[in-house]
Nanobody
Framework: QVQLVESGGGLVQAGGSLRLSCAASGLTFSRHCMGWFRQAPGKEREFVAAISWGGGTGGYAPSVKGRFTISRDNAKNTVYLQMNSLKPEDTAVYYC????????????????WGQGTQVTVSS
């Protein structure tokens, strides 16, 4: 059974930083593209960042590029999202997801999802 468990969310002031973690189990982690998505109240789930199997390729939504960094540790079956210079508009539930594709940036390409972790940025 595949499990993705996010952690690291919380309340932070604008301009602050948070680091999200997602621990995966029940899958061959190194052969899954890993992604982060977020969903704000009343809005659709949106792509935030993705990282390829070996970590050599990363991609970001324009709204977070230059502020967020995705990374992975295949030895620990964990993917991270370092979020710097946070803005109130970054407030959302952040979801970790796994895809069997080498590269994926749309929600429909991801087969497995975590339960989400709340990130709240105050102004």
């Amino acid at each position: 059974q595949v499990q993705l468990v996010e952690s690291g969310g919380g309340l932070v002031q604008a301009g602050g930083s948070l680091r999200l973690s997602c621990a995966a189990s029940g899958l061959t982690f190194s052969r899954h593209c890993m992604g982060w998505f977020r969903q704000a109240p009343g809005k659709e789930r949106e792509f935030v960042a993705a990282i390829s199997w070996g970590g050599g390729t990363g991609g970001y939504a324009p709204s977070v590029k230059g502020r967020f960094t995705i990374s992975r540790d295949n030895a620990k079956n964990t993917v991270y999202l370092q979020m710097n210079s946070l803005k109130p508009e970054d407030t959302a539930v952040y979801y970790c997801a796994a895809s069997t594709l080498r590269w994926a940036i749309t929600a429909g390409q991801y087969a497995y999802w975590g339960q989400g972790t709340q990130v709240t940025v105050s102004s």
